[in-house]
């Protein structure tokens, strides 16, 4: 159980796991957490993380999750059957079924992964430099002096 590497990918590799739901177990509700959970068995519920910005998702190949997902980094093989938002970083396995929106600011996508809805990047905050220019674009030009 604990042994079995299930298509966990990088940033679940270098994560430690807090919780651990199981293959046999059902949750029916939704489950906050902070730091790492690993789904092994089947969520029926949304999936948060409490202002946790280095928080990890993953989900093996044979979990599941109904429900939406907001969490900063999320490792997909398994199936999300509504929206997925990723506030950092979304990694999608060979055998991931999204069902729902993906929200994200960096995604990973690996061969075979499946997205049934929109794919939407978070927008980043514009930098002062464009800020600035946008400024000087709407700023009224000065009234012509030569009378």
């Known amino acids: 159980m604990w042994g ?11 994560t430690e796991v807090d919780t651990l739901i199981g293959e046999h177990t059902r ?9 790492g ?10 999936v948060l993380t409490k202002d946790s910005a280095d928080s990890v998702l993953s989900v093996s190949e044979v979990g599941v999750i ?3 997902v907001h969490v900063a980094n999320v490792v997909l ?8 938002h990723a506030a950092q970083k979304i990694e999608l396995g060979p ?16 061969m075979g992964a499946e997205v049934n ?15 600035l220019k946008e400024e000087k674009k709407s ?3 000065s009234a012509d002096r030569s009378a």
């Open 27 to 35: 949750i029916e509700g939704n489950v906050i957490f902070n730091g």
């Open 4 to 14: 079995k590497n299930k298509g966990s990918t990088e940033v679940a590799a270098n």
């Open 77 to 84: 093989n398994g199936t999300i059957t509504g929206d997925v």
């Open 37 to 46: 959970l690993h789904v092994d068995g089947h969520v029926q519920g949304n």
């Open 95 to 110: 055998k991931a079924r999204v069902t729902g929106n993906v929200y994200y600011n960096l995604i990973e996508m690996a």
């Open 66 to 68: 109904e429900g939406e």
């Open 117 to 131: 809805g929109s794919l939407v990047r978070n927008a980043e905050p514009k930098s002062q430099v464009v800020s």
């Open 139 to 141: 700023k009224p030009k």
